[in-house]
């Protein structure tokens, strides 16, 4: 089941795209300002764009884990001035706050209190830490950090300096400090603490990345050290052995600890392991793909796992504003009381990735069944764009879709930067399958 939101669209889809049917889509969507990412002057992006009855949501703040997604979107679009000067400034911001990795490294038991951890969310204006209490223990967003620094350094696009090195073997000290294979974090979603295949994964990616610029000279001239610890090669195949194998016990799971607010079959998470991260097997990245869309895939897009109370249905209605975006890291029983099962929000970052996954498939192997999942996925996330009778405009990229008065409407983070990156680069796969 196709469901459009914008009508107007339909103009543009195809079931069989050509090329210059997708650079017609593209330059309307662009025209329609469906792909503005408002930047800050530092190259930082906030999480939406918000009026005066949305910035509630705090998305205004920036957040790692999106800024590294929209920013790698740029990347895979050829904006690489605008990729380098984000991920410079989010080094710019590990090296102002190294203090919060050097002291866990130095002496691991901070690391419970997750306030002591290096903040995943802060203020974007002023690289300086937000007061608030947060669930800064997200090793998922340093793993993506680190991937994609190390991504562009291993591409020439940046130039290491003596203080870039100096932070980057902050990380896997870090990581190996916290050991973060068996880790409980609050990984994606930002919520109960658990040893996440998500997290691990992202984490591994990171190293794997950082372990390639041994073949730089400036990498190595530096020498990438702390406290006179020099992080070998040697160390680095460590730390990704200790997080294979703990992927090799819980994959195709989340997580499989026994506590039922931790366990869990499916999250839509993994799928990330397999685009942008490429850190599993095709067998396993098969497995993950397929228990996510059998499980997790409504007719709106795709929920982030059973059991997800966020945005439950009339979330507005049964919550204050200063409730909808709290922590509940600590407490997620009582948002969960309010779910009704099988009525989780349905969230619009995921199709754009399965459709660059079946992209990626059909790269490898030119089976026209992959082709033709990657344009289904594609057409799906097409018709989660906003549409004329939509709050927040039309041409929109929400953030989710969730029930209000038997209705599924997108969620006040609408548009989120976060969707509007996956589409670029589920269009951008689609291009370059047309091109080639």
Not at 79 to 86: F, M, R, S, Y
Not at 362 to 384: C, I, P, V
């Amino acid at each position: 089941m196709l469901i459009i939101h914008n009508e107007q669209l339909l103009n543009w889809m195809q079931v069989n795209y050509q090329g210059a049917d997708l650079q017609t889509l593209v330059t309307h969507l662009l025209n329609k300002g469906t792909f503005n990412f408002p930047r800050l002057d530092n190259g930082l992006f906030p999480a939406a764009v918000l009026d005066q009855k949305t910035e509630y949501t705090g998305y205004s703040n920036v957040w790692v884990r999106d800024n590294v997604y929209v920013a790698y979107a740029h990347y895979v679009w050829g904006k690489t001035e605008i990729a380098v000067q984000n991920a410079q400034t989010l080094m710019r911001y590990f090296t102002q706050h190294r203090s919060r990795f050097e002291n866990i490294i130095d002496q691991p038991r901070l690391a419970k209190n997750v306030m002591n951890r290096s903040h995943i969310r802060f203020d974007g204006e002023t690289l300086q830490e937000n007061p608030e209490d947060w669930p800064h223990d997200q090793n998922d967003a340093l793993g993506y950090f680190l991937w994609f620094y190390c991504l562009l350094v291993r591409e020439g696009l940046i130039e290491l300096t003596e203080s870039d090195v100096g932070t980057l073997a902050l990380f896997p000290l870090y990581f190996r400090a916290i050991a973060y294979w068996q880790d409980e974090d609050s990984g994606h979603w930002e919520e109960v603490r658990k040893v996440a295949a998500s997290s691990i994964g992202t984490v591994v990616a990171g190293l794997q990345t950082l372990k390639q610029l041994n073949l730089n000279a400036n990498f190595v001239n530096h020498c990438c050290q702390y406290n006179g610890e020099v992080v070998t090669p040697r160390l680095l195949d460590e730390l990704i052995e200790q997080g294979n194998a703990a992927l090799n016990e819980i994959l195709p799971a989340e997580c499989i600890q026994p506590d039922p607010k931790k366990k869990r079959d499916y999250d839509s998470a993994l799928l990330f392991l397999i685009y942008p991260l490429n850190v599993v097997s095709d067998a396993m990245a098969e497995t993950l793909r397929d228990r996510v869309l059998t499980n997790l895939q409504g007719n709106y897009g795709i929920k982030r796992y059973l059991g997800d109370s966020f945005w439950f249905p009339n979330y507005k209605k049964l919550l204050t504003q200063e409730k909808r975006t709290a922590d509940f890291s600590n407490e997620i029983e009582k948002r969960d009381a309010f779910l009704e099962p099988g009525k989780e929000a349905q969230w619009c970052i995921f199709d754009p990735i399965v459709s660059t996954i079946f992209g990626k498939e059909y790269q490898k192997t030119k089976n026209a069944d992959f082709l033709e999942n990657q344009t289904h996925h594609l057409n799906r996330s097409l018709g989660q764009i906003t549409g004329k009778n939509s709050e927040f405009g039309t041409y929109q990229c929400p953030e989710l879709y969730h029930l209000e008065d038997d209705e599924y409407v997108p969620s006040d983070a609408t548009p989120l930067l976060w969707t509007q990156a996956n589409l670029i680069i589920a269009l951008k796969t689609m291009e370059d399958i047309l091109m080639s």
